[in-house]
């Protein structure tokens, strides 16, 4: 918390890296999304430079890429966390039982939290339907921590959310739900789910996440539960993914 042990203020950065892959020309030569069969370490490490620069307590990072041969068998998240000097869990952001987890790269894709804070406890769990299943919990100072990557198919999303609010609902205290949501026919989708929930979006200005270029849509939320209000929020024109990030300062009410 900016250099308090359990301070009232803190940053979340939020985060979709697209493995470090890139984007532009270079990414679809010498043909379309050749880039995900790419080196990623050049720009892993300006990534790794925005977010020193940026100096969050609590990082979310969706597509991150776990050791496959495009990170030269390293895991991303553990690179970074490392040089951060932060603590981190991550995990491959299929069920245990896809398909994708025997195949050669789609089973090093995963999702992270890093943080400067201890981890005091974890736990992976699975939706019910969808590719993209995994949802990372962790308890950090001083909240609840969920990060998610719902599906590109809207029914599919609408299941998703219906199991995520059951995990939230079972949540004493403070609560964060991040990640990237999908949520191509607009924010009204996460209607129903910010009813049941009380939660807030920390995007109080709908500011667009995708593509990073030139920004239209908003994919990308920051969700917090009322004991947290928003003292600062950005979306940095950064171009080292399809996304842009969110940086979000929150206080404790």
């Not at 895991?75 to 195949?103: M, P, W």
């Not at 921590?145 to 609408?158: D, I, M, P």
């Not at 949520?183 to 920390?202: K, M, R």
């Amino acid at each position: 918390m900016k250099g308090e042990a359990a301070g009232s203020t803190f940053r979340f950065l939020l985060y979709n890296i697209r493995y470090c892959t890139g984007i532009g020309a270079r990414f679809h030569l010498p043909v379309p999304y050749a880039g995900y069969f790419k080196r990623s370490g050049e720009n892993l490490e300006k990534i790794i430079s925005f977010i020193r620069e940026v100096d969050p307590d609590i990082i979310g990072l969706i597509e991150v890429d776990c050791g496959s041969f495009r990170s030269e068998k390293l895991c991303q998240a553990e690179v970074i966390a490392r040089q951060l000097g932060h603590f981190h869990v991550v995990q491959n952001k299929y069920g245990e039982d896809s398909v994708a987890t025997r195949v050669p790269v789609l089973s090093k894709q995963a999702n992270a939290l890093l943080t400067r804070l201890p981890i005091s406890s974890h736990r992976f769990h699975y939706f019910d339907k969808g590719v993209k299943r995994l949802v990372i919990e962790a308890q950090i100072e001083p909240a609840t921590v969920f990060l998610v990557h719902l599906s590109l198919t809207y029914r599919v999303r609408q299941a998703q959310l219906q199991n995520l609010y059951r995990l939230v609902r079972e949540v004493q205290g403070p609560v964060i739900v991040a990640g990237d949501f999908n949520v191509l026919w607009g924010d009204q989708e996460l209607e129903l789910f910010l009813a049941a929930t009380g939660l807030t979006s920390a995007n109080g200005l709908g500011t667009p996440s995708h593509p990073s270029k030139a920004p239209k849509r908003q994919l990308d939320f920051i969700l917090h539960s009322e004991e947290f209000k928003v003292s600062g929020f950005q979306a940095p024109l950064v171009t080292y993914s399809d996304h842009v990030p969110l940086v979000c300062d929150l206080e404790l009410r």
